[in-house]
């Protein structure tokens, strides 16, 4: 979307709509994933020699939790308000500030749940949806007892 800086007249607000996809904005990452297009919804107005431009993007995302590795989806809503200077300009592209809105909302690390119990470390099974039947000291000793071993040759 490219807004057109002589369209818009002096303190009169315009509705804009578009439709990004999120390939285009480099928006697929590892353990997140955009389901369909990413909605712009909003409000463009010039004042003196400025564009403001205010709204909501939205969209569906399917997230992977850090500790069980479930795909979860839900909805996005991030409302945007951004500010151009257009004194010389002919034309704005806000999809960089929008992409960098997207990518900022979103948490470094995303859970399912609070309580999310993981995956055993032994034979990889979701402790949320079952119970893995691993002796304790076998989840334990797997990926820790390099460790172990050596905090015992340092004591």
């Not at 955009?34 to 969209?59: C, D, P």
């Not at 308000?81 to 806000?94: A, K």
């Not at 809105?101 to 749940?113: A, E, V, Y």
Request: charged fraction near 25%; proline fraction near 5%; glycine fraction near 8%.
């Amino acid at each position: 979307m490219i807004l057109k800086v002589g369209r818009f007249k002096e303190g009169s607000p315009e509705h804009v709509e578009a439709a990004y996809d999120p390939a285009a904005l480099d928006l697929d990452f590892v353990d997140l994933h955009y389901v369909g297009t990413i909605a712009v919804n909003g409000v463009a107005e010039k004042i003196k020699q400025t564009l403001t431009f205010r709204g909501i993007l939205t969209s569906h995302i399917e997230q992977v939790c850090a500790r069980c590795l479930e795909q979860v989806p839900s909805g996005v809503s991030t409302p945007f308000d951004l500010c151009y200077e257009v004194e010389g300009r002919e034309t704005i592209d806000p999809a960089d500030d929008l992409r960098g809105l997207l990518i900022l909302g979103h948490p470094d690390r995303f859970l399912c749940r609070t309580d999310c119990r993981g995956i055993c470390s032994h034979c990889g099974a979701n402790l949320n949806r079952v119970s893995c039947g691993c002796v304790p000291s076998e989840r334990e000793s797997g990926s820790w007892s390099a460790l172990k071993d050596w905090l015992k040759k340092e004591a």
